[in-house]
């Protein structure tokens, strides 16, 4: 049988990584393009900052740092002095991604790379679930633990509970039940990019079949939902990085919805075994 033609594939990942795995996908032949749906900044909130930049200065003393993002490693990290860390601590990413970028900031530190702990290679998903089975016999009573992670651009703080920022506190959950003691601060915002005429044409573009959307945030599909006028992503095809994603991704109308793992290869992979190339 043969297989339908790729017209369109929007990466919606944050910029920076979005032109990064466009790069690679326009190299091997694939009509993709960035069209980021998360506008990532640091906090605009000055109490926020200011928390972020008191805490980056004694991270130091935390036992485990978990950062949820390529985001939390770049905005936690950027100008921050040396620290003494000490040999023991443990840096935690839920992912590959975030895995890399850690590895990257802590080499500047001095910090070696086998201090970072992510789950396997082959793991079915990259999430907080897959992580703890790696960093739970490291967690015990009175270990102290730093979440690293962000919020929404506008959201009630007091929605957060007592960690800052928004996000799934499962791993807080674990990590509690263990007798650990967590704290958090949000190294970063996340907002929803201005819709121009422009952007909105080339979404409407992408609802058309032969086109196909790279997810790997339920809130950037959140975003595209509040695309002005009127929108039928019925003939789409929604390629999601996790089922909760995926998920969010049927509900809101695409007639198609790929599950993958948020790697390139794998990407890559779904395209060469569902499409041809323009």
Do not use: K
Not at 66 to 72: D, K, L, N, P, Q
Not at 161 to 167: L, V
């Amino acid at each position: 049988m043969n297989r339908p033609v790729l017209h369109g594939l929007y990466i919606t990942r944050p910029a920076q990584e979005a032109a990064t795995w466009v790069a690679s996908l326009v190299d091997a032949g694939w009509p993709a393009m960035a069209f980021p749906l998360i506008d990532i900044g640091p906090p605009a909130d000055p109490v926020l900052l200011a928390a972020r930049d008191a805490i980056r200065q004694e991270a130091y003393r935390y036992d485990a740092l978990m950062f949820v993002s390529g985001a939390a490693v770049v905005h936690f990290f950027e100008g921050l002095d040396r620290l003494p860390w000490r040999p023991a601590t443990r840096f935690w990413a839920p992912g590959p991604a975030t895995g890399r970028r850690l590895v990257e900031a802590l080499a500047w530190h001095g910090v070696s790379p086998d201090r970072v702990d992510m789950p396997a290679a082959d793991a079915d998903n990259y999430d907080s679930e897959s992580l703890w089975p790696v960093v739970q016999p490291m967690v015990r009573s009175g270990t102290r633990v730093l979440l690293v992670r962000g919020r929404s651009r506008g959201a009630d703080p007091a929605s957060a509970g007592d960690i800052p920022g928004q996000g799934r506190n499962w791993l807080i959950e674990r990590c509690r039940e263990a007798g650990a003691v967590v704290e958090g601060c949000v190294a970063y915002e996340r907002g929803v990019p201005r819709w121009t005429e422009e952007r909105v044409r080339l979404a409407s573009q992408g609802m058309r079949p032969g086109h196909a959307w790279l997810f790997s945030s339920s809130e950037s599909i959140d975003h595209l939902a509040r695309m002005p006028g009127a929108a039928d992503w019925r003939e789409a095809c929604a390629l999601a990085t996790h089922p909760r994603i995926a998920e969010r991704a049927s509900r809101i109308g695409f007639g198609s919805v790929v599950r993958l793992r948020p790697t390139l290869q794998d990407l890559l992979s779904a395209l060469e075994s569902g499409w041809s190339r323009p």
